[in-house]
């Protein structure tokens, strides 16, 4: 398959802010988009938690394999 078109949206100076029963509020958006086959989503926002430089390379690096090798595995780094 050829990408036909993309969209980036960064926000300045974002950074996630937690408040109570957050954890329910994620999982409703996160189940609401993952059933868009054609949708990642990438970054500390995307994530919902601090990532820190070592996830950010490796979510780089697993979305740079997902897409080339047109894998289907998520491109999130792993929980320790």
């Not at 949206?9 to 999982?27: F, L, M, S, W």
């Not at 919902?48 to 979305?63: P, Q, T, V, W």
């Amino acid at each position: 398959e050829v990408v036909s078109d993309y969209f980036c949206h960064q926000v300045k100076e974002a950074y996630p802010i937690y408040t109570r029963g957050y954890k329910d509020n994620i999982g409703v958006a996160t189940r609401h988009l993952s059933s868009f086959q054609n949708l990642d989503c990438f970054g500390r926002n995307a994530l919902f938690k601090y990532g820190n430089m070592d996830d950010s390379i490796e979510m780089g690096l697993n979305a740079a394999d997902k897409y080339l090798k047109n894998q289907e595995a998520s491109v999130y780094p792993e929980d320790d």
